[in-house]
Nanobody, 124 residues
């Protein structure tokens, strides 16, 4: 079992920045690729970014490419999502998730463990 806890969400103005953290406990984080997903009210959960087990490979949704950066530190059992140039359409609950694959997946159904989520609200 892997327990994931997100933090760092909040209210920010259009164009602002936030950094989300996801801290893991339980099994060794380096055994999992990690992903960030988000879900806005009335919408399906959507892929945001993923990072490979080693941290050497990342992949982003087109909607966040160039604005968001995913990173990890396995020694600290932590994954981050740096979000810059935030837009109102980025408003959602953000979830981190762990996947047993090496490079990470874009489909939520592939992930084995999920955090409880953290709310990000971007005001216009």
């Amino acid at each position: 079992q892997v327990q994931l806890v997100e933090s760092g969400g909040g209210l920010v103005q259009d164009g602002g920045s936030l950094r989300l953290s996801c801290t893991a406990s339980g099994r060794t984080l380096s055994n999992y690729a990690m992903g960030w997903f988000r879900q806005a009210p009335g919408k399906e959960r959507e892929f945001v970014a993923t990072v490979s087990r080693s941290g050497g490979s990342t992949h982003y949704a087109d909607s966040v490419k160039g604005r968001f950066t995913i990173s990890r530190d396995n020694a600290k059992s932590t994954v981050w999502l740096q979000m810059n140039s935030l837009k109102p359409e980025d408003t959602a609950v953000y979830y981190c998730a762990a996947d047993r694959s090496v490079y990470g997946e874009v489909r939520a159904v592939e992930y084995d463990y999920w955090g409880q989520g953290t709310q990000v609200t971007v005001s216009s």
